[in-house]
């Protein structure tokens, strides 16, 4: 017991509860153990629990294993490994294994970084379209007032020369203290022949269309005989020219030519209100839009042909110009306005611009509807709705839509229009002159057009059973609608009943069998191609076509003959290529398909000096004839040009498709599976006892087409 010290109790705080008084324990502890190293023990002791630290010391340090990557590659991955690759870099374990080292990134990782991308990305869009906007904003405010103050610079430069040179002086200073604008009083020295010539300032454009009407103006002044007692109002209805002897040869054309086949108003109130200078029947669109149909028609000879063709389309366009500009939304229910849109159509239609001609039709026959009527008689009003109505069907046919604003079925045609107008003459006119030296004869125009009316409401009913309005096309449907064109052209007056040359028949009757024979190809040409006919059906209905196709051909050629293909309007020449189109398809040997596309051509030849649309149609025509493996003329390049490839966009503006064919894949939808099996019946039905006029009945059918 001796050898234990005695402790004293303790009177602090337990020393075991500061770690600096752990640190003193220890360390005493381990001082002891090294004084008492006397003792074999102690010296073991306190030996061993210093190596034993050391060996501690080494095993808690971690090895240096160098760059480890945040995402591993899938070697490294799948192995459980550290990866010290950097994408795209391979990682030195992939190297040295020769393996294929490939990042993934995780993929909720993956997600956030995409959808982090796509909200950046949506900003950045955001901010740029709105950038863009106030940029478009911005161009457009400045292309404006740059356009209006280049237009006040040419009208000062206008009064300032004349100022200088012309001795106008008091009048413009007149003019300008009443208050007149800079644009009336440069509209007015323009409007001066002397004055033009002497303009040295205006704008590029207006010379370019001044030096045109100048042209023009030279060339007619004088060759149409006129009376000069009657005042002249011509300034009142347009600003292109102030040349009556060019408005008057620009109306004989349009009168001539477009008005007996498209008869959009009366002709009898038109003049009298444009010689009397009032609005009722007349107005500046209207007029503007008339002359620049006509500009179309201008038939240029001789040496300057050319240059003379190339102003006559600058002139058109400097009416249509005009004519866009005169019409107002205020003025768009007003009757002159929607008989200046469907000119217009046919106009623009006439330069290749099928597109925008759509859109005037549209606009006629959509504010037709609520036309204000209250200037128009019925009778005025009755041949602008139904020439508007037969126009947007005829055009509907044609690219094979449904009709705008259809008229109804039940409508009776020219309910207030009386049809013997013995008044109504026509004559033969190309010139200024030919009124002098050939005769008139009695027009039948009133006639011709509510015929051509009543054509179009059969050719609305089959436009309608082919765009699937009423269902499946049924045997009965199709049959039926050929009972009512054959109906049609039993019921004609003798007037209109004469297509013989020598009998000389006028070109708006002509062009009403061309019509015809038209809408009976398309009627057909579905069935053929549907595949649902075999046999002697088949054969039956190709050789309904074929006759059909020679027979209006075989009056265009009568056309060609008696006024040539110059001056027919451009719907004539969708019948053109429609015709020869079923020709050599299902007759090619009688005549030779050559043939058929040789005389196709040269009618679109014809008319291409002033319809620009005849070119994209020839082009179209010729893919089809080298579809087909029929040689084209040896001189097809001198008919449509050695250059004459057309674009996308030329044969969109001639047709709004890309063919002037039948959409057959759309078409064949609608059509009953069992229409073969109904036909036989349905014709015996339907159908009168066959005519000699007509294939009506199956057995004289190849001996029509023979003869």
């Not at 389309?313 to 200046?340: C, N, P, V, W, Y």
């Not at 004869?441 to 059973?465: D, E, G």
């Not at 579905?526 to 595949?531: A, F, G, I, N, S």
């Not at 015709?579 to 596309?597: E, F, K, R």
Request: aromatic share 8%; with cysteine; charged share 20%.
């Amino acid at each position: 017991m001796s050898g234990f010290r005695i402790l004293a109790p303790l009177t602090g705080p337990d020393p075991s509860s500061s770690p600096s008084s752990k640190r003193g324990v220890s360390e005493s502890g381990g001082g002891q153990g090294g004084s008492t190293g006397g003792g074999g023990s102690g010296s073991s002791t306190g030996g061993g629990g210093n190596a034993s630290g050391g060996s501690d010391d080494k095993q808690r340090r971690r090895r240096n294993t160098g760059p480890v990557s945040q995402i591993a590659c899938t070697e490294c991955r799948r192995a459980r490994a550290k990866c010290d690759g950097s994408r795209p870099q391979p990682c030195s374990r992939c190297i040295s294994r020769n393996a294929k080292c490939i990042y993934e990134a995780h993929t909720k990782t993956h997600k956030d970084d995409l959808l982090k991308e796509i909200d950046s990305l949506r900003a950045e869009k955001a901010g740029l379209e709105h950038q863009q906007e106030g940029l478009q904003s911005t161009t457009e405010g400045l292309a404006k007032d740059n356009e209006d103050l280049q237009k006040q610079s040419d009208e000062q430069s206008v009064i300032l020369d004349i100022l200088a040179n012309d001795g106008h002086d008091r009048e413009i200073v007149r003019r300008l203290r009443s208050g007149e604008t800079h644009q009336s009083i440069a509209e007015w020295l323009l409007s001066q022949p002397p004055i033009r010539n002497q303009l040295t300032t205006v704008s590029t454009s207006t010379r370019n269309l001044m030096d045109v009407v100048a042209r023009v103006e030279n060339l007619y002044n004088g060759r149409y005989s006129r009376d000069d007692s009657t005042p002249d109002p011509t300034q009142l209805f347009t600003k292109v020219t102030q040349s009556r002897q060019v408005i008057d040869h620009l109306f004989v054309l349009y009168f001539t030519w477009v008005h007996p086949i498209h008869m959009l108003f009366s002709e009898v109130e038109f003049k009298e209100s444009f010689n009397n200078g009032d609005k009722n029947y007349c107005s500046s669109p209207l007029v503007n839009a008339i002359c620049a149909m006509a500009c179309n028609l201008l038939d240029n000879q001789g040496p300057e042909a050319r240059n003379r063709d190339l102003d006559a389309k600058q002139l058109r366009e400097g009416f249509m110009k005009a004519a866009r500009e005169d019409l107002s939304k205020g003025s768009f229910h007003l009757m002159t306005s929607i008989q200046a849109f469907a000119v217009m159509y046919l106009a623009e239609l006439s330069s290749g611009k099928a597109r925008n001609a759509s859109g005037y039709l549209r606009c006629a026959a959509d504010h037709l509807r609520n036309a204000d009527r209250s200037r128009h008689s019925d009778e005025a009003y009755e041949l602008s709705r139904w020439g508007i109505q037969t126009m947007n069907t005829t055009w509907s046919g044609l690219i094979y839509q449904k009709p705008y604003a259809p008229e109804s079925p039940g409508s009776e045609v020219f309910l207030n229009v009386p049809l013997d107008q013995d008044a109504d003459q026509w004559r033969y006119y190309r010139q200024p002159g030919d009124e002098k030296v050939v005769p008139r004869r009695p027009s039948f125009s009133v006639l011709t057009a509510y015929n051509q009316a009543k054509l179009f409401r059969v050719v609305h009913n089959n436009v309608n059973v082919y765009c699937g309005v009423r269902g499946k096309v049924t045997a009965q449907a199709v049959i039926e609608c050929y009972r009512c064109y054959t109906e049609w052209h039993n019921d004609l007056p003798p007037e209109l009943r004469i297509t013989a040359v020598d009998d000389q028949p006028l070109p708006h009757i002509l062009y009403l069998h061309i019509q015809y024979h038209t809408a009976l190809v398309q009627l057909f040409t579905p069935l053929v191609l549907c595949q649902r006919f075999s046999g002697q059906s088949l054969q039956e209905i190709q050789s309904l076509i074929a006759y059909h196709a020679r027979c209006g051909l075989n009056l265009l050629e009568q056309a060609k003959q008696l006024y040539s293909c110059r001056y027919h309007v451009p719907l004539v020449e969708f019948c053109t290529i429609l015709l020869g189109h079923g020709m050599i398809h299902y007759s090619p040997n009688q005549p030779p398909a050559a043939q058929t596309v040789q005389f196709c051509l040269d009618v679109l030849q014809q008319g291409s000096p002033g319809f620009s649309i005849c070119g994209p149609l020839q082009q179209m025509f010729c893919d089809t004839a080298k579809d087909l493996q029929i040689p084209l003329p040896s001189n097809v390049e001198e008919m449509m040009g050695p250059a004459a490839r057309f674009t996308v966009d030329d044969l969109l503006d001639a047709c709004t498709r890309l063919s002037y064919a039948q959409p057959i894949d759309e078409i064949t939808r609608y059509i009953d599976n069992d229409i073969q099996r109904n036909w036989s019946e349905q014709w015996q039905r339907l159908m009168p006892e066959p005519t000699t006029q007509h294939p009506s009945g199956r057995i004289q059918i190849n001996t029509l087409l023979n003869d």
